[in-house]
């Protein structure tokens, strides 16, 4: 819209065709590279749209896949205590996180 005024503008203060088509060639000009930038733009949000859908899949393949148990990997003891939360290494863009616990029985260090 902010174009159509530009153009009635000028047309109104420029009757000149000379200077007309100048003006508009300066708009198309603009206006290509605006469109390019659009093009640029689009297929950057697919790729990250395909990206994310990606690290989603993963996300719910590896949380289907885990069959946590509430014992302990090293002693089979079931005195497991929560001592932290933190990023998945592998996982962390997707937001899934690491519980890491600790045996009360052997002292052993736990992640889930």
Not at 59 to 71: C, D, T, V, W
Not at 90 to 100: C, L, N, Q, V, Y
Request: charged content about 30%.
């Amino acid at each position: 819209m902010e174009a159509i005024r530009f153009l009635k503008k000028l047309i109104n203060e420029n009757g000149n065709s000379e200077t007309l088509k100048e003006h508009l060639e300066i708009l198309s000009a603009q206006l290509s590279k605006i469109e390019s930038k659009v093009r640029d733009l689009e297929t950057e949000n697919a790729e990250l749209k395909k990206h994310l859908d990606e690290q989603k899949d993963r996300a719910e393949s590896f949380s289907s896949n885990q069959h946590h148990s509430s014992h302990c990997g090293h002693c089979g003891s079931a005195l497991l205590k929560k001592i932290e939360n933190s990023g998945s290494p592998a996982f962390s863009e997707a937001g899934i996180k690491d519980t890491t616990y600790q045996c009360s029985a052997c002292g052993e260090k736990v992640a889930f």
